[in-house]
């Protein structure tokens, strides 16, 4: 069992950047890929990022490439989201979530377990 939770959502301008954590419990978070996955209201749940168990690998959606960045860190149970040059289209909320095992999947329903979500919003 995996249980997560995000922080470091909040209200930035166009432009500006957030960092988002994901805290992990248990102590076999290495064990698991992770991946970040962004829902605007009235649309589906979409891929944001992911990336492998000891973070050599990582795989962005075409939206993001370039501005986002995820990294973990495997002492800390943590995986981050670095976000810069925010655009009002990357407003969402924004959820980590686990995959057990070396894949890097994009479809969310591969991902055993999700975190409650954090809210970004950028202001144009």
């Known amino acids: 069992q995996v249980q997560l939770v995000e922080s470091g959502g909040g209200l930035v301008q166009a432009g500006g950047s957030l960092r988002l954590s994901c805290a992990a419990s248990?102590?076999?978070?290495?064990?698991?890929?992770m991946g970040w996955f962004r829902q605007a209201p009235g649309e589906e749940r979409q891929f944001v990022a992911a990336i492998s168990r000891g973070g050599i690998s990582a795989y962005y959606a075409d939206s993001v490439k370039g501005r986002f960045t995820i990294s973990r860190d495997n002492a800390k149970n943590t995986v981050y989201l670095q976000m810069n040059s925010l655009k009002s289209e990357d407003t969402a909320v924004y959820s980590c979530?686990?995959?057990?095992?070396?894949?890097?999947?994009?479809?969310?329903?591969?991902?055993?377990?999700w975190g409650q979500g954090t809210q970004v919003t950028v202001s144009s």
């Open positions: 248990g102590r076999t978070f290495s064990s698991y890929s």
């Open positions: 979530a686990a995959v057990f095992g070396f894949a890097l999947p994009t479809d969310l329903r591969q991902y055993n377990y």
